[in-house]
């Protein structure tokens, strides 16, 4: 009895530790701010939007503009972006103007904001558009899968579903095919024998 007790006092701490630890955004009359997993706030609200936290980073909106701060609420990106997103595998889109670029954790843009689209670096390399075709950049900038594509999703495992002529297929880094376009919509492979609840945890 003595050592369920014992470890149920251990789950409950860990538990409430856990909870401390993570931020959630909220909203009080017309701001936003963050509070922990107790309630206590640990940014005061004082923005107009706010994201969730990325990598100990999130974007928050003052002054009709987009800025990044830490999870003490100070700004690593003043409030003069256009549009801002999450940062992932170390960088996070960013807009300025109407182009988009990628800044890394200090703010600084290491990949010049010229693109009319981009998602999130996924496996190594960025989706990004050109006028009005995706293809896709390493880290440096450098075109790795030139811009012919009229749709693209991000890669996944070594590679990323493309839309070309109407049609979807698959292509590895290399821009080759590893299913031809021949499908009028298509969704990510998932393992026929894992619980889909398991992806949910």
């Known amino acids: 009895m003595k050592k369920l007790i014992i470890a149920l006092l251990?789950?409950?701490?860990?538990?409430?530790l856990t909870a401390q630890n993570k931020l959630a955004a909220v909203r009080i009359g017309p701001k936003w701010g963050y509070i922990d997993g107790t309630g206590k706030f640990v940014i005061?609200?004082?923005?107009?939007?706010a994201r969730d936290f990325s990598e100990g980073i999130a974007q928050v909106k003052e002054f009709g503009r987009w800025g990044y701060i830490d999870t003490k609420?100070?700004?690593?990106?003043?409030?003069?972006?256009?549009?801002?997103?999450?940062?992932?595998?170390?960088?996070?889109?960013?807009?300025?103007?109407?182009?988009?670029?990628?800044?890394?954790?200090?703010?600084?843009?290491?990949?010049?904001?010229?693109?009319?689209?981009?998602?999130?670096?996924?496996?190594?390399?960025?989706?990004?558009k050109f006028g009005k075709r995706w293809g896709?950049?390493?880290?440096?900038?450098?075109?790795?899968?030139?811009?012919?594509?009229?749709?693209?999703?991000?890669?996944?495992?070594?590679?990323?579903?493309?839309?070309?002529?109407?049609?979807w297929g698959c292509i590895d880094k290399k821009g080759n095919y590893i299913l031809q376009p021949n499908y009028e919509a298509i969704k990510d492979f998932s393992d026929p024998n894992k619980n889909s609840s398991e992806d949910n945890d």
């Open 10 to 16: 251990t789950f409950c701490f860990v538990n409430n």
């Open 44 to 49: 005061e609200p004082k923005y107009e939007n």
């Open 73 to 128: 609420g100070t700004y690593i990106v003043q409030p003069t972006l256009t549009g801002a997103e999450s940062f992932s595998e170390g960088l996070a889109r960013a807009k300025e103007g109407d182009k988009w670029g990628y800044i890394d954790k200090t703010g600084k843009f290491v990949i010049k904001a010229v693109y009319d689209g981009a998602g999130d670096f996924s496996d190594g390399l960025g989706r990004v």
């Open 136 to 167: 896709f950049i390493d880290k440096t900038g450098n075109i790795v899968v030139q811009p012919a594509y009229e749709g693209a999703r991000s890669f996944k495992e070594g590679f990323a579903f493309v839309k070309s002529n109407g049609m």
